[in-house]
């Protein structure tokens, strides 16, 4: 049951009946507890919530109920990644009811709210720190491995400086020979938690990281699925090797001719696999 301690973010202008406050908190509940995968204070007055997308349209409902309610509450919603953001946004003298919204967010979800800037660089400053050029920069957003960035008031794109530790697993893990429909699997739903809010409303807000992976998605699963991939290839590739180098010292000089002999060591005829 909601108590009157439970409402401390609730407004006292708000013009709801005073029956139907503890109905439109438990709302709020329902969607935090079912939806609410991380949050971030982006300034004093502006708190960001990562959804669940699939929670969309009923945070979108409620958003726009309470808007009406208690028209000081600005709600702002963006997508990217796999999740759903909404920024929540009131004028500094709301500043203690968007304190105890987050504080009840925590509480009830165990996702604390981070404070501080995100700090933005620009594309040739992300392309330098993680060794890669601009081709390939725009190419991992295209694939959807990185998030599309804000801009500047300037237009430039503004990537989160957490962009360079993303680009530089996604190399790692090309270099131990997963493809990027494999590392795709990796980053998402877990250690690349990350999407966008306008940066040009809001230079301090950007993509963050999260660590929840799938047991099924976790690196050592993904790594062990690998190293079996890569023990047959290599066990394939000694076969190749053992033939070609008795192909090289039986003197074979035309393939047309090794396949009239019969102890020629080529395989001509391809055995069942």
């Keep these: 049951m909601t108590t009157t301690e439970d409402q401390t973010w609730v407004p006292q202008a708000c013009i709801l009946p005073t029956a139907e406050r503890p109905l439109r908190l438990a709302e709020f509940d329902d969607l935090v507890t079912a ?13 960001r919530w990562e959804l669940d997308p699939a929670a969309e ?20 919603f963006s997508s990217g990644n796999g999740l759903l953001g909404l920024v929540i946004e009131v004028p500094a003298a709301h500043v203690a009811i968007l304190d105890a919204l987050a504080a009840r967010a925590a509480t009830m979800t165990g996702r604390p709210e981070h404070r ?14 993680a060794g890669v050029n601009l ?14 960035p804000g801009r500047s008031l300037g237009g430039h794109r503004l990537y989160p400086s957490e962009t360079v530790t ?20 990796l980053l998402t739903p877990g250690n690349h938690r990350h999407d966008r809010s306008d940066a040009r409303a809001r230079p301090d807000a950007g993509l ?13 699963h993904r790594a062990q699925e690998k190293l ?18 008795a192909a090289v010292a039986a003197g ?15 395989p001509f005829a391809a055995s069942a696999r």
């Design 116 to 129: 501080g800037p995100v700090f933005h660089l620009r594309t040739g400053r992300v392309a330098a720190a």
């Design 252 to 266: 074979c000089d035309d393939l047309a001719a090794c396949a009239e002999q019969p102890d020629c060591p080529i």
């Design 208 to 220: 963050h990281l999260q660590v929840e992976p799938h047991p099924d998605e976790s690196l050592r």
């Design 228 to 245: 079996a991939e890569v023990e047959t290839k290599i066990a394939d590739l000694q076969v190749i090797a053992s033939t070609l180098r």
């Design 135 to 148: 081709q390939t920069l725009r190419y991992y957003e295209r694939r959807g491995l990185i998030a599309e």
């Design 57 to 76: 349209a009923t945070a979108r409902d409620l958003a726009g109920r309470e808007s009406n309610c208690c028209s000081f509450f600005s709600f702002t």
């Design 35 to 47: 939806a609410l995968r991380g949050q971030r204070r982006l300034t004093a007055t502006t708190l």
């Design 166 to 185: 993303v680009l530089k697993v996604i190399k790692a893990a090309q270099r131990l020979g997963f493809s990027l429909d494999e590392i795709a699997g």
